[in-house]
């Protein structure tokens, strides 16, 4: 079974920052694409930033320059560098990996969210 951790969300002043990670764990043979997306309340859940296994980007055009996705191969990790925060960034933030187990075939897992809030 494979298992998307979140942590690094909170409650931050606008043009402040926070740094988003998210840890896969379980039975992986190997990850491919990894993103983030995120969803405000009334709104539908969007991409943020993805980046692919040979480390290609691609960011909604409301963040571009602010904010910056990386990943560490070795930790089954993404993160998500997030600077000069609006409070329109406020919402709850996914992470997403597509990867394969020892079982299947390639699938796409979720995190449970974590929140992210910007207000002074």
């Known amino acids: 079974q494979v298992q998307l951790v979140e942590s690094g969300g909170g409650l931050v002043q606008p043009g402040g920052s926070l740094r988003l990670s998210c840890a896969a764990s379980?039975?992986?043979?190997?990850?491919?694409?990894m993103g983030w997306y995120r969803q405000a309340p009334g709104k539908q859940r969007g991409l943020v930033a993805a980046?692919?296994?040979?480390?290609?980007?691609n960011y909604a055009d409301s963040v571009k320059g602010r904010f910056t996705i990386s990943r560490d191969n070795a930790k089954n990790t993404v993160y998500l560098q997030m600077n000069s925060l609006k409070p329109e960034d406020t919402a709850v933030y996914y992470c997403?990996?597509?990867?394969?187990?020892?079982?299947?075939?390639?699938?796409?897992?979720w995190g449970q969210g974590t929140q992210v809030t910007v207000s002074s």
């Open positions: 997403t990996m597509l990867l394969r187990n020892y079982s299947g075939s390639p699938k796409n897992y």
């Open positions: 379980g039975s992986i043979f190997s990850i491919y694409a």
């Open positions: 980046i692919t296994s040979g480390g290609s980007t």
